[in-house]
């Protein structure tokens, strides 16, 4: 963590951007104003894009799909492209990370670090340009041989949330790009500088006009049309689990549109009394206080083995009063503000829900007052049980619950009783456990004895309502794409007409 340089300050003035089709940037639609959640200071102005924009972005796409100025590269020409976009983004760290935090609220350190990976999402992807490959089949006799294509699936339409905006962008953008696709992308409304500051090093790295495209707006109105629009072969959301159920509707009502969700999590960390306890803690209050909580894999749901479930949760609680909540722009800070005040409204909500339920308050609590923003306090819960709201419900801040277990089936099932099946952690130094428990809960990304460790290389994705489907690595770049059964006969045909 580099805490060496100086604390920057939001900007002066509001920036105003425009939206990006077909290669070049628009403007002239009315304006919404965001203010910084860690400062309360103006500092973007994001145009208001109409339908019709929309529908100029989805035709643009299209045209750029079709005519293969895209697909028909290699994949060596392709990946050359993304190649070179992670050059300038390794320019433009700085900058970029800096946006992340004026919108998001995110500490500076962690925004930064957040564009590493960003920088590495396009060095995978460029690599898995090259290597996508289909099949073929050997086995059908002397007489007939089968390959299996592997084809872009054509106009891609990807919503994505306020939490990472430019982290869950590419995790995404590199995987399409590698398959041959073409995209329109509408980010979150609050959130919208650093996708549109994608389009301008993409086009630097010599992406085809027409290729990438953002269009701005709110989730109901140009979020919705996306995900109805008849000419989007694929929709790629994250967000919440309402909305990614009423995109299945839109999908189902449309042009059966295949789908990508990401959506919530409320995902356990299992702890056994032969783990590393120190560590487990460590990462306990990581996990659920990272990105202020604001996060689909965090890790709220404690379960603590019963033996040692007080001294655990003690040590915890410590180490939560001692995370360092305040200025998103001060390289020291490790929790910045909440991003928006109905977010703050809303996990404010759990914290008095979770007291009025009868669960005990071991850490934070509630707001802290810096003077400006939404900052609240890294949040500890015991005596939680199952059927309590603050156990059930994404809360998506620093609230973490902790129950107790005093079997391997004991932990497993309360693990598995909930609706989501995004990610888990499990923490011992017994393989049986650890092989038994990550074998048995429902969740598709799972950290032993570790935490949100791993790279692009590895799919992302949840089991049962977190989601369908997996992004980054090779699997997200096959996700992007239509299989092609082809069949080849050899030599002379059996006529059917004798
Ligand atoms: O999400 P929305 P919100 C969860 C988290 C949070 C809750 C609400 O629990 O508290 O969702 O957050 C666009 N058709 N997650 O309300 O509304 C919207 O513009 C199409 C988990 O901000 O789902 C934005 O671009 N799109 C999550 C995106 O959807 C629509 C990350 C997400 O916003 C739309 C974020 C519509 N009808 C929130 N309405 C995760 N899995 O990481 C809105 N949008």
Known sequence: MDHSSPTLLPPAAAREFGFFVDGAWHGGRPLFERASPGHG?????????????????????????????????????????????????????????????????????????????????????????????????????????????????????????????????????????????????????????????????LAEAGLPDGVYNVVTGSGRTIGQALS???????????????????????????????????????????????????????????????????????????????SIAAEFEAALAAKMAKIRVGDPLDPATQVGAITTTAQNEVILGYIARGQAEGARLLAGGGALDLGRGHYIAPTLFSGVTPQMAIARDEIFGPVLCSMPF??????????????????????????????????RVRAGRFWVNCMMAGGPEMPLGGFKQSGWGREAGTYGVEEYTQVKSVHVELGKRTHWIG
């Open 41 to 201: 200071v103006p500092v973007s102005l994001l145009a208001k894009c109409t339908a019709e924009d929309l529908n100029l972005a989805v035709a643009a796409a299209r045209r750029a799909f079709e005519d293969r100025r895209w697909a028909g590269l290699s994949g060596a020409a392709r990946g050359a492209v993304l190649l070179r976009a992670a050059e300038i983004l390794r320019r433009r760290r700085d900058e970029i990370a800096y946006w992340e935090v004026l919108e998001n609220g995110k500490p500076i350190s962690q925004a930064r670090g957040e564009i590493d990976h960003c920088i590495a999402c396009f060095e995978v992807g460029a690599g898995a340009a090259r290597l996508l490959h289909g099949d073929s089949y050997n086995s059908l006799g002397d007489g007939l041989f089968g390959m299996v294509l592997r084809e872009p699936i054509g106009v891609v339409g990807l919503i994505t949330p306020w939490n990472f905006p430019f982290l869950i962008l590419c995790e995404r953008v590199p995987f399409i790009l590698a398959s041959g696709c073409t995209m329109v992308v509408k980010p979150s409304e609050v959130t919208s500088a650093t996708t549109l500051i994608l389009a301008e090093v």
């Open 228 to 306: 109805e629009h008849p000419d989007v072969d694929m929709l790629s959301f994250t967000g919440s689990t309402a909305v990614g159920r009423s995109c299945v509707h839109a999908a189902a009502d449309s042009n059966f549109k295949k789908l990508g969700l990401e959506l919530g999590g409320k995902n356990p960390i299992i702890v056994f009394a032969d783990s590393d306890l120190e560590d487990a803690a460590d990462a306990a209050a990581f996990g659920i206080s990272f990105n202020t909580g604001q996060c689909c894999v965090s890790s709220s749901r404690l379960i603590v083995e019963r």
């Open 406 to 439: 005093d079997t391997v089936e004991q932990a497993v099932a309360l693990a598995n009783d909930t609706v989501y099946g995004l990610a888990a952690s499990v923490w011992t130094k017994n393989i049986d456990k650890a092989l038994t428990v990550t074998r």
